[in-house]
């Protein structure tokens, strides 16, 4: 159930991003939109208190984070975000056996010496991420797997890799698969790195996150979701309201 504490944390997180923002990463006109952001923090606060629509303003911000788009017929490779993890595999595989696509695409893992080295002292065989990904995959049907070469730490280097990715392979379309809580984000920051370049992305949110955006605020995991994704979608709107 939604506890009020937590929801007041929820919105002195917000507020305190805002004012960060407003102090040190905007001129005066983007100034002006972050007050009436607080404003309609603050008023959705305040109605949040009425149970007859708190229901309303949570499903609201559960579903600001996720992205509804059009349907996908066709594109040239599924590409597996980084943070995905099993729920993207299976919605790549479901993609592909949908008729998508053929080929998969999943992002290298950044190397650890030390725990790579650890392993192999100990005499087990080590699985990165992006291998476990690959045999996951080929487990599920999908034959054309391959990982693109760079490793990224986050969304910001996924939109710093992909456009040369893509004008290496010449793709003319490519589906980006997610967790649900991300995709919103996720499609900004695309939309924003792919600019200038030939290939059309669609970002396609996996079915199967744990993120519920109906029902989020009744588990501990959803809330500490909302807040974090939510802060970070807040970030870059601020940063690019222009995209």
Known sequence: MWNPLLGAGLLINVLTKLHVIYHAEVGAHWRRWLRIVAILVLASAVAAGVPSIRRRIL????????????PIESADAIVVATDADGAGTLEAADLVHSGVATRVAVFADLPNDVVDSEFIRRGILYEDAAARSTRELRSLGVETIEQIPRAVAGSEDEGRVLPGWCDQHEFRSIVVVTT????????????????????????WPARYSTFDPDRWWETHDGIRIEVVE?????????RHPIW
């Open 180 to 203: 649900s809580d991300h995709s919103r984000r996720l499609w900004r920051i695309l939309h924003r790195s792919m600019r200038g370049h030939r290939t059309s992305v669609a970002i």
């Open 230 to 238: 939510f802060e970070k979608l807040l970030l870059d709107v601020a």
């Open 59 to 70: 499903r609201s911000a559960g579903w600001a984070l996720v992205l509804h788009d059009k």
